[in-house]
């Protein structure tokens, strides 16, 4: 199993986001079992290019404090929604044999759908765990509507096990 923290990146890990005291906590709780249990944590950060404020130097773009990768966790960037994007993270993916993928980070209706969809399609065992995603308010939908909107009903039984956060520890203890 791999768990994959995608864009939780200080720009955006803020109080617009959807249940975002539990999100932090929940993804430090899964984050912090991965590192017990020998599990491997990969980040993955978006650069929106030079000039942006959102790309590599710019202290938006930095990975938040509150979920900081230790020494050795492996870093990679992407250039659009799914992490699948970056083709050495695919190819370092690609190259192990266990086909487990937790997933979690910002923003849900973004990154985290595209990777989810994208990792499906490339036949990976997607696990989801509840409150491990966020987003803010947008045009269509406000923050809650749109997490529930996939958490609830888009990824279940389609594209990804959606489970607890426990469930989520039990299944990295073996």
Not at 11 to 36: H, P, S, V
Not at 86 to 99: M, P, R, T
Not at 125 to 149: L, Q, W
Request: negative net charge; contains cysteine; proline residues 2%.
């Amino acid at each position: 199993m791999i768990l994959l923290v995608i864009d939780v990146q200080k720009g955006i890990t803020d109080e617009r986001l959807y249940n975002y005291e539990d999100f932090l906590a929940n993804t430090k709780k899964l984050i912090d079992a991965a590192r017990a249990n020998q599990v491997e944590v990969i980040y993955v950060q978006h650069d929106d290019g030079p000039g942006t404020g959102f790309s590599i130097g710019d202290e938006e773009f930095e990975i938040a404090d509150q979920v900081a990768p230790v020494s050795g966790e492996k870093i990679y960037y992407k250039t659009v929604n799914s992490a699948f994007g970056n083709k050495e993270l695919e190819a370092y993916l690609a190259s192990f044999a266990n086909k487990d993928l937790m997933i979690v980070g910002l923003q849900t209706n973004f990154c985290i759908d595209a990777t989810v969809k994208s990792a499906f399609d490339r036949g990976y065992h997607v696990i989801v765990p509840a409150g491990c995603n966020s987003t803010f308010d947008n045009d269509y939908m406000n923050r809650e509507a749109t997490y529930k909107y996939y958490n609830e009903m888009m990824w279940p039984e389609r594209f990804a096990d959606c489970v607890s956060v426990d469930e989520a520890v039990a299944m990295m203890k073996g």
